[in-house]
């Protein structure tokens, strides 16, 4: 009897999260991510505010999981197309203008994210899974390119890992594009220049 319990409350908490990020998406639509409050997010859901925040602490996260397929589709296209296939710098400028892209698409999620982020939650935005993966496959490219003699072997992989992503950080992606009207074939043309410079030349 208790596993039927049991069973029929993870029902319900699946079905409260599918209400809820159903709710926010068409709220955000409508709306807009900034103009939409999680009162209304959960009203809209029929939820309590105690079921909305158990299952979401911040707008930040209700937007991660409404960004979740989204990631999923784009780590793998990731790993696809930056598996050993040609220099690693050329596979790692591609991977810088995929994440552009990504930030095309995403902003107005990836900003609530960054907001939900601030203060004592800032590291957040760089201990999630998600960041850890952009970097990990920026560093593997980078000790690639070290291998191949593409880069000097003294270049400071991690470093320059972080630095790279920061370029493309969605703050300053958002300020470029909508603040100082940049193109973004001209940003990516950028953050591809750097690795340029880095190239051993003959």
Known sequence: MGSETDRAVR???????????EAARE???????????????????????????RHF???????????????????????RRTEGRGPALGRLKWFLGWVARFNEQNGPLLGAIRDASAGGRR?????????????????????????????????????????LLAALNIDL????????????ERIVAAVRSVLEGLRVRE
């Open 11 to 21: 029902r319900d908490a699946l079905e409260n999260r599918r209400r809820i990020l």
């Open 123 to 163: 590291v957040e935005l760089y201990g999630n899974p998600f960041y850890e993966r952009l970097k990990n496959t920026v560093l593997e490219l980078l000790d690639e390119a070290v291998g191949g003699e593409e880069v000097s072997p003294d270049l400071d992989v991690e470093c320059l890992s972080d630095t």
């Open 57 to 79: 602490e911040h707008k930040g996260a209700l937007c991660s999981a409404l960004l979740s397929e989204e990631i999923e589709g784009f780590v793998q296209e990731m790993r």
């Open 173 to 184: 992606y958002l300020y470029q594009r909508h603040q100082l009207g940049m193109e973004r």
């Open 27 to 53: 709220a955000f639509a409508e709306r807009g991510v900034d103009g939409t409050s999680m009162h209304r997010i959960g009203r809209a859901a029929g939820v309590g505010q105690g079921t909305l925040y």
